[in-house]
């Protein structure tokens, strides 16, 4: 597989530049610790701002949500490797000391262990920080064969968006976590990979496929799914998401939920937009009432053809809301 | 190579319908005609409609820039084939008779016959339509093996938003297609491919290329380029793409410049931001003045993984205004 780079010790390096050169006039870069953060962040009002970050390889997946309403500040490790405490601390430093700073957290031990060793350090500094830890994906059947830790996917980029905008309107620290929280908590995601991510700074993929093959609930780190079987159509791949997440959710007629379809980085727009299609009908055939449908590649695996399906299910309408309102980032 | 999709004879339908419900709250869908228009074109104040289109497989063109500020119309031909003139004539029909239709038409020669009928027709009827012509592909070097006609390509993206925001301002029809020949002669793009493009509707890809070739000068329908080589490195496919724009432009420092990098449709965002940084670099060596640089997957090729790179010298300082405007549409 070619990757269009250079060296590959410099490959986030390399990308963040160039994110920073399309958006000088908006975000600053901290090139030492890999940073991209609001150029007005000294200035906005609210009380609260929010970072997020974790390994590279997931774009537009942090830097493209730093704006207006949603991320403050987005901090990148390595590909597939967590920030540093260091930069994390950085990155919790931009923001002014009176302001407090909150956290989304994907739920991998290598993130959690990074996030929440800065953030003791920055209590211990005097500043006010805390995390949310985002734990949607579902795909681990077998605890024998897997770490049962539920992984965060796709469906951070909700979280983002919805306590990026309760964020705006003033909420305190201590209700803004809660708000993410109990978000999470009604947040569920299934993906299914056609081929395999590539890391170009490893030599082999995770897992391998056959021509014919898709693998449901595989991670965005090229972890393996639960199954391999042969493709057979989009409706099939829709029809298998829809009823994981069914037998989780155990939807009643007419209950709210929020979709978000996820190409998964080497997968066509066309190609989204059928598969949305087939999701479509099924939240039509099973009567849930979908108030809000985003479809895009938002948090992605390097080159892996896939796609995942997040739902959320709207318990507060002002999550229907703040999914809605205006934002000023390069990639929702 | 596997395609999301169903029967592949509602591949544009499936997908149209899965946009459909995304942004049924602003768009209209004529599902007889393929067409996405804007909910509010009766209302909207402008003088004249931009209405844009062709062959479906480039997504997120057309129906993606559908919204105040950008198109007001976009129809779907089949995969890599135009639209009818029927269908073309149902889409200028949606306009009030009382407004005019600027049609911008990609420059491959079926494209051109069906909208010209459709224009022709329409003009009978006694409506006030117009188009533009975009040729901003450079990439064919040799007579003898490729047809002269020069094909529109990614640098359509900056004609729909300039000319879109134009329209705002409420400028007739004539001055629009003179802005929008005017951006035409100043706009020239030069892509590479590093894999095929795939269409499901066809067994064989139009070209092959060997694990370690990429290939200049291709076309957005896999149209074969100008020169196969081994890959090397991301600053070698942007010196080689710039190398060939500037023997066109023989720009002068200080010369002023907007930038599209476009993604082929499977490119990761990271390899277009890697992409990106290589290109600003060979910029600021030549010391050109880029004014505006957009990133992303903006007219595509199917599965081809690949990029390009479009230069529009900036002759008129509205045109960087119109670039920068406010807009609301999905993909812009």
């Known amino acids: 597989m070619k990757t269009i780079k250079n060296d590959v010790q410099n490959i986030v390096r390399d990308m963040l530049q160039g994110f920073y050169f399309e958006h000088k006039e908006r975000v600053y870069y901290d090139s030492k610790h890999h940073i991209i953060y609001r150029k007005d962040l000294g200035d906005i009002g609210q009380n609260v701002v929010l970072l997020s970050g974790g ?101 951070t980029v909700f979280v983002h968006k919805i306590v990026g905008a ?25 993906g299914v990979a056609l081929t395999p991510a590539n890391n170009p700074t490893q030599t082999e993929t995770s897992f391998t496929l056959e021509d014919h093959e898709v693998y449901f609930g595989v991670g965005i780190h090229g972890e393996k799914g639960y199954r391999k079987e042969t493709f057979d159509s989009s409706e099939k791949l829709a029809i298998e998401l829809m009823n994981k997440l069914k037998s989780i959710y155990r939807w009643k007629k007419g209950d709210k939920f929020a979709v978000l379809i996820n190409g998964l980085g080497a997968t066509p727009l066309m190609e989204q937009y059928i598969f949305s299609n087939d999701i479509r009908r099924l ?50």
């Open 55 to 155: 390994g590279s390889g997931h774009e537009p997946a942090h830097f493209g949500y730093v704006g207006d309403g949603m991320l403050s500040i987005a901090v990148s490790g390595p590909i597939f490797i967590p920030p540093t405490p260091e930069q994390i601390l950085a990155a919790i430093r931009k923001a002014d000391k009176n302001k407090s700073v909150l956290m989304v957290v994907k739920n991998f031990k290598a993130d959690v262990d990074n996030f929440l060793t800065a953030e003791s350090i920055a209590l211990k500094e005097g500043r006010s920080v805390d995390h949310i830890l985002v734990n949607d994906d579902v795909s681990i059947e077998n605890d024998a064969t897997f770490n049962k830790r539920r992984r965060g996917v796709a469906g």
């Open 166 to 190: 309760a964020a705006t309107e003033g909420f305190s620290l201590q209700k803004l976590k809660e708000i993410g929280s109990s978000v999470v908590s009604n947040l569920h995601t299934l």
């Open 283 to 332: 939240t039509q055939l099973e009567s849930i009432d979908v108030r809000f449908f985003k479809v895009g590649s938002h948090l992605t695996s390097m080159d892996m053809k896939g796609i995942s399906l997040s739902l959320l299910k709207i318990e507060d309408p002002n999550w229907e809301k703040w999914l809605k309102a205006d934002v000023r980032v390069s990639s929702w």
